[in-house]
Nanobody
Framework: QVQLVESGGGLVQPGGSLRLSCAAS????????TSWYRQAPGKEREFVAS????????NYADSVKGRFTMSRDNSKNTVYLQMNSLKYEDTAVYYC?????????????WGQGTQVTISS
């Protein structure tokens, strides 16, 4: 059974930090491209960060550059999103996404999301 399970969300004050995790199972995670997206209330889902298969490169939305860091540990089938200097506008549900190929079939998996709330 394919699963992407996010964790680590919560309530934090502005300027604080959180570390999100996304644990994968049921597919070849180590050969998938993985990303974080977020969706704030009343807004469309937006890209946050992505990481290459072996973690050799990362890409970030302009809004989080310099504050967020994405990493992966293929030995644990897990990706992380370290979020520092959090702002009110970072409040959203954060989703993990994994894409790749199983044979010739492309897959596109999503987790259930984890809530991040920035509030004083």
């Amino acid at each position: 059974q394919v699963q992407l399970v996010e964790s680590g969300g919560g309530l934090v004050q502005p300027g604080g930090s959180l570390r999100l995790s996304c644990a994968a199972s049921g597919f070849a995670f180590s050969t998938s491209g993985t990303s974080w997206y977020r969706q704030a209330p009343g807004k469309e889902r937006e890209f946050v960060a992505s990481i290459a298969i072996f973690g050799s490169s990362t890409n970030y939305a302009d809004s989080v550059k310099g504050r967020f860091t994405m990493s992966r540990d293929n030995s644990k089938n897990t990706v992380y999103l370290q979020m520092n200097s959090l702002k009110y506008e970072d409040t959203a549900v954060y989703y993990c996404n994994a894409v790749g190929y199983s044979g010739r079939a492309r897959y596109d998996y999503w987790g259930q999301g984890t809530q991040v709330t920035i509030s004083s």
